[in-house]
T-cell receptor, first 113, second 117 residues
Framework: AQSVSQHNHHVILSEAASLELGCNYSYGGTVNLFWYVQYPGQHLQLLLK??????LVKGIKGFEAEFIKSKFSFNLRKPSVQWSDTAEYFCAVNGAAGNKLTFGGGTRVLVKP | GAVVSQHPSRVICKSGTSVKIECRSL??????MFWYRQFPKQSLMLMATSNEGSKATYEQGVEKDKFLINHASLTLSTLTVTSAHPEDSSFYIC?????????????FGSGTRLTVV
């Protein structure tokens, strides 16, 4: 069975600070990895995804994530956050051969102006 | 890009009644859709996988008779919460997997907040 762990439940930081959210997964085979963002009152939106190729993935809104296979990790980063990045961030994984998408517990990010 | 429309966005119903939630893929065909439940301040929990033309596959612990799923066409899946009780109050989200276009992968509906009184 696949599982996803997000280390931080809540993160508070100031504008212009750098952000890194941890994500580790557990799965025995090839995986597809995703980061989604949920702004207050809105639905999930895809930030970025990794299927194969370059392990450093660039997404929308200045986010990027690095897939480190040996560490089963897919951490999300942004060099300089803005107040508008206040949201909840979810890491998700599905086995490449399957359909099911499994989510981590989510990380609430609050960016203070 | 791939768009999933979910209706209604909010519904309040009386205990004991049934509520139907619709999930439509607007510009692509979705042979597989997924239904999630999200409790306040928690992550999304997969309830079931809905397959067009066949029975849904439910996750362990999800009552099949309580949460009826129908996926009669390639663009529509419905979730009916039968004989709803206050503990069924939650945020329900559907998702469809798109194999082409952007974003390739999973697209989510905007969710339905169900309140059972």
């Amino acid at each position: 069975a696949q599982s996803v762990s997000q280390h931080n439940h809540h993160v508070i930081l100031s504008e212009a600070a750098s952000l890194e959210l941890g994500c580790n997964y557990s799965y025995g085979g090839t995986v597809n990895l995703f980061w989604y963002v949920q702004y207050p009152g809105q639905h999930l939106q895809l930030l970025l995804k990794y299927f194969s190729g370059d392990p450093l993935v660039k997404g929308i809104k200045g986010f990027e994530a690095e897939f480190i296979k040996s560490k089963f990790s897919f951490n999300l980063r942004k060099p300089s956050v803005q107040w508008s990045d206040t949201a909840e961030y979810f890491c998700a994984v599905n086995g490449a051969a399957g359909n099911k998408l499994t989510f981590g517990g989510g990380t609430r990010v609050l960016v203070k102006p | 890009g791939a768009v999933v429309s979910q209706h209604p966005s909010r519904v309040i119903c009386k205990s004991g009644t049934s509520v139907k939630i619709e999930c439509r893929s607007l510009d692509f065909q979705a042979t597989t859709m997924f239904w999630y439940r999200q409790f306040p301040k928690q992550s999304l929990m997969l309830m079931a996988t809905s397959n067009e033309g066949s029975k849904a596959t439910y996750e362990q612990g999800v009552e099949k008779d309580k949460f009826l799923i129908n996926h009669a066409s390639l663009t529509l899946s419905t979730l009916t919460v039968t004989s709803a009780h206050p503990e069924d109050s939650s945020f329900y989200i559907c998702s469809a997997r798109s194999w082409t276009g952007s974003p390739y992968g999973y697209t989510f509906g905007s969710g339905t907040r169900l309140t059972v009184v």
